[in-house]
Structure formats: structure tokens, C-alpha cells
């Protein structure tokens, strides 16, 4: 009897304690949020009241990084982008960063040289241990533009019309990497306390499929990774031009190239026409047979590992603000697959598309050419959502594939190959850093963002995530009709201006709920 009351009164004393912790981490919480909550808004209002009276000096800055022409696509342009690199690296030690400019070696040309590929900036500004660290990711190369390419202006003068800013790399990306460091440089200039400390690592070659990057920040993991508490990723859009979004997850892809052969060379179709069997008939019938009229790819066993809908993720489609009409318009096309909202997102981000891309080997020239193509190469991706498997994605497609071109009994010789295949990638939107961005979004546009996914494969945030093993966001501040890698690429100067003030909001916020995180798990670890 006495060990049974001893035993009990030591875990009612324990339940006891327990709920005083908890009372006292709400207090302590509570507490700090009134305290901090006017100095902060006082802080935030002198923030944006500089960022606004230096907009001319930070368009002045945009233009000279636009006027840049890195095009990472063109070797003949890689000192350009160098340029670029070293420009940016320059911007960053006036901050008073200690930057490095680390090599990737070499790339081999086609005609056999050898080309010495743009540096990538590691950068680091603070290291108070008691603050969190921030890495930043983003990238200063471009995509090829030409004004007769049908621009409206020269590509690589910023120039400003009807509220936007027009320049190739305005918003893909050089646009969100100095709207972060201004954000930085308005800390410094009004000599306010850095909330964070930062890191940087910018590239030069994101536009090429990023070579070196993965082993460099393998090798990296260990020593500039290792004290990063938090990844940020600015590369992508807004969902719409009105309503700010945070983007939590990408889907992944993995290309196709089918190839069937005939015989050794191409052939006289009034010689041989209908008397063999046509290579270019047989891969028709093969990518026909992918997908059927509503677009549900037809490959046994793909949607398998598709994860079940639940009502929480039903709820966030909901209530994201999507426009058909104006999708419809920004596409150019007339009609979807799919006339609600929901199911639109849902087969745009959390389920499977598969898409014809073209074919190698046909006559695609004006005009009409009467020959029998003899090998041909059909190109298709599929793109690829959580829990699917790249591997077992292959398997199903090329089983499927040489099922279907057995029952043609053709004699041509049919070949599948996988030449690039990339994760997708999803965050936990409830995380620390996905809050911060929230309530910082909240501060700075007055309303709740948009949680999104992008349908496009991003690879970075995944080789991130995998590697690291830290938290990773993606944090876009462009418009949807940005237009990047197409003609007229924009940001509006509206948003290069709310996005730096959202940058530095955010720096605040995760600096306070990191430091709340950390003074609760004190007190826990006291009791």
C-alpha cells in the first residue's frame, strides 16, 4: 500500500510539474510577443521607410546587374557571366562578408576544349552563436535573349514601363538576390543589430542544370553547412499577380527517349511505301498509346505510390486564389482538361502529367520531303510527385512500352533510354521557417500568402534538403506573369520593393521564433 501511494503521489507531482511547464512556456511566450510587438513595429516602420526612400539607388543597382549579359547557356559568353559572379561578390564584401569564389573546374566542349567554368560565391556575414544562420540560395546566369527574339526593349537594359521593370534576369533571378541583400544592406545602413546571421551561396550556372553544385556542397556539408539552421530558396512565382504565395513542394521528371530503328538509311516512299513496316508509324502508335483523351497517363501501376488525398490538402486548394480565365489567357490556350479550380491545381502540382516533347529523325523543315524516315527518336517527360519512384518509373514505362511494340510484330528494333531524371520535393508547411515567412507575408501585404506547389521540377530544394538535412523554403516574391526565360521578362517595381521589405520582416521573424523555440526548450530541459 505504501509503494502504491508513493507511487502514486510521485506522478501527480510529475503531471504537476509538467503543467506548470506548459503554463509557464505559454506565459513566457505571451509575454514576449506583447513586449517585443511595439518595438518591433517601430522597428519594421523605420525598415520600410528606408528600403522606400532608396528605391532609385536600389533600381540604379538592378539595372547594372541586368545589364550583365550572363547567359550561361552560350560558352562563348562564360566570361560574362564570371562577370556577373565577381560583381556580386564584390556588393557582398562591401557588406562586410567574407566571400569566397569557389571553382568547379572544367567543362568539355563539343569541339573537344576545354572551358573553365564561372566560380560560385560561398559568402558568410555574422556568426553570433546565439542567432540563427540563414542561407541563402540563388543564381545570376540567364537565359539567351535577343530583341529581335520579339522583346519590346533591349534585354539587357532595365527598363521601366507602366509600374514593371523589364530586363532579361529581372526576376529569374537577379531580382530576389538583391532584393535579399538590400534587404541585408538596410540592417547595415541604419546600423540596426542583424537579427540572423547570414550565408550565401549564389551560382552562375543554374540555367545549364547547375554542374558541380551537388559535389560541392557535399564536400561543403561538414564545414559551411554545418552551423545553417535554415535554407531559403527565391526562384520561383507567385501563383497569381495579386496575392503573395509560399511554395512548399516541386514536382520531379524523368525523360524518355524512345528510339525505334528500320533498316540503314532513310527510303523512297513511292518505292517503299506500303510494302514496309514504317519506323515513324510504329513510335506514333507507341506515344499514342501513353495517355489517353483526358490526359490520365495510361502505364500500368503509375499511379500507385500516389499518395491518398486527405481532407487537410483538399482544404488548401481551396483556398488558394486561382483565376481560370486568367491562367487560361497567360497560357494562350482556350480550353483545360479541367474547368474546376481544384482539380486544375491538383493535376497541376500533387498528381502525374506526362508530355510529348518531339521527334528526332523526321523531316520538320517548310515544305514536304517524300522520304521514309529510317530511325527516329520520340521524346517524352513524365513529371513525377512525392513518394514516386524514379526507378521503378523506368521499370513500368519501358515494360509497358515493349508490350505494346510486340503486338505490332514489327521487325524495326525498338530502344528505351532514361537521359536525366530529377526527385520531386515537399516541406512541412508548419515548420518554423514556413511560420516566419507566413507572419512576415502577413506584416508586409496585409493577408495570408497562398500555400502553393509548383508543378515544375526544381532540383535544388531536394539536393538541398537530402544533403544538408536542414529546413528548406521556397520563397518567391514575383509576379505569375513575370514572363521568365520568355520575351519581355519583368518584376514589377512594386514587388522588387515589398519583396525586400518582406526579406528583412522575415529576417525578424525567424530570428524571434527561433530564439522563442530555444528558450522553451531551455526551460524544458531545466524541469
Avoid at 441 to 461: E, L, S, W, Y
Wanted: aromatic share 8%; with cysteine; hydrophobic share 40%.
Amino acid at each position: 500500500m505504501y509503494m502504491t501511494n508513493a507511487l502514486l503521489f510521485n506522478i501527480a507531482n510529475c503531471v504537476l510539474n509538467l503543467q506548470i511547464l506548459i503554463v509557464s512556456v505559454v506565459m513566457l511566450l505571451l509575454e514576449a510577443g506583447r513586449s517585443s510587438s511595439s518595438s518591433a513595429s517601430g522597428l519594421g516602420n523605420q525598415i520600410f521607410q528606408y528600403i522606400d526612400l532608396h528605391q532609385n539607388e536600389f533600381i540604379k543597382i538592378l539595372k547594372e546587374w541586368v545589364a550583365v549579359e550572363s547567359d550561361s547557356v552560350q560558352p562563348r559568353l562564360t566570361q560574362e557571366v564570371t562577370r556577373m559572379m565577381e560583381i556580386a561578390a564584390a556588393r557582398l564584401q562591401a557588406l562586410g562578408a567574407t566571400v569566397e569564389l569557389a571553382q568547379l573546374g572544367t567543362s568539355q566542349l563539343p569541339d573537344g576544349q576545354s572551358l573553365l567554368l564561372p566560380p560560385l560565391i560561398l559568402a558568410e556575414l555574422g556568426k553570433d552563436p546565439q542567432k540563427p544562420t540563414v542561407c541563402f540560395y540563388g543564381h545570376l546566369d540567364v537565359q539567351p535573349a535577343k530583341k529581335e527574339d520579339g522583346w519590346e526593349t533591349d534585354p539587357y537594359t532595365l527598363t521601366e514601363t507602366d509600374g514593371n521593370l523589364y530586363g532579361r534576369g529581372a526576376s529569374d533571378n537577379k531580382g530576389p538576390v538583391l532584393a535579399w541583400i538590400n534587404a541585408v544592406e538596410t540592417f547595415k545602413a541604419l546600423k540596426l543589430d542583424m537579427p540572423v546571421n547570414f550565408k550565401f551561396i549564389i551560382e552562375g550556372l543554374e540555367e545549364v542544370g547547375s554542374p558541380g553544385l551537388e559535389k560541392l556542397i557535399k564536400d561543403k556539408n561538414q564545414l559551411f553547412f554545418s552551423d545553417v539552421d535554415y535554407i531559403v530558396i527565391s526562384d520561383n512565382l507567385w501563383l497569381s499577380n495579386r496575392k503573395p504565395a509560399l511554395t512548399y513542394g516541386t514536382r520531379g521528371s524523368i525523360c524518355f527517349f524512345v528510339e525505334v530503328q528500320g533498316g540503314e538509311r532513310d527510303l523512297h516512299s513511292g518505292t517503299f511505301g506500303g510494302i514496309i513496316h514504317e519506323p515513324i508509324t510504329d513510335l506514333i502508335a507507341l506515344l499514342d498509346s501513353l495517355v489517353d483523351i483526358s490526359g490520365r497517363i495510361l502505364i500500368p501501376g503509375i499511379y500507385d505510390d500516389v499518395s491518398i488525398l486527405t481532407e487537410e490538402e483538399k482544404k488548401l486548394y481551396e483556398s488558394v486564389e486561382f483565376d481560370v480565365e486568367e491562367h487560361k489567357n497567360i497560357s494562350g490556350v482556350k480550353k483545360f482538361l479541367y474547368d474546376n479550380k481544384e482539380e486544375i491545381l491538383m493535376n497541376m502540382w500533387r498528381y502525374p502529367s506526362l508530355s510529348i516533347h518531339g521527334i528526332e529523325g523526321a523531316f520538320h523543315e517548310p515544305g514536304i520531303k517524300t522520304v521514309i524516315p529510317i530511325r527516329v527518336i520520340g521524346k517524352f517527360s513524365i513529371r513525377l510527385v512525392p513518394h514516386m519512384n524514379i526507378s521503378n518509373v523506368e521499370h513500368q514505362v519501358k515494360q509497358y512500352l515493349e508490350d505494346i511494340f510486340s503486338k505490332r510484330s514489327s521487325p524495326n528494333k525498338l530502344m528505351v533510354s532514361v537521359p536525366l531524371g530529377a526527385v520531386p520535393w515537399l516541406a512541412d508547411i508548419n515548420n518554423t521557417l514556413y511560420t516566419a515567412a507566413k507572419r512576415a507575408i502577413k506584416t508586409v501585404f496585409g493577408q495570408d500568402p497562398d500555400m502553393i506547389r509548383d508543378g515544375a521540377t526544381i532540383p535544388i530544394a531536394r539536393m538541398f534538403q537530402n544533403i544538408t538535412k536542414k529546413s528548406v523554403m521556397m520563397f518567391p516574391i514575383g509576379d505569375a506573369d513575370a514572363g521568365e526565360h520568355s520575351q519581355n521578362e519583368k518584376i514589377s517595381r512594386s514587388n522588387y520593393f515589398q519583396g525586400t521589405k518582406l526579406f528583412a520582416t522575415f529576417f525578424l521573424e525567424i530570428a524571434k521564433l527561433h530564439e522563442q523555440l530555444q528558450e522553451a526548450s531551455t526551460m524544458k530541459t531545466t524541469n
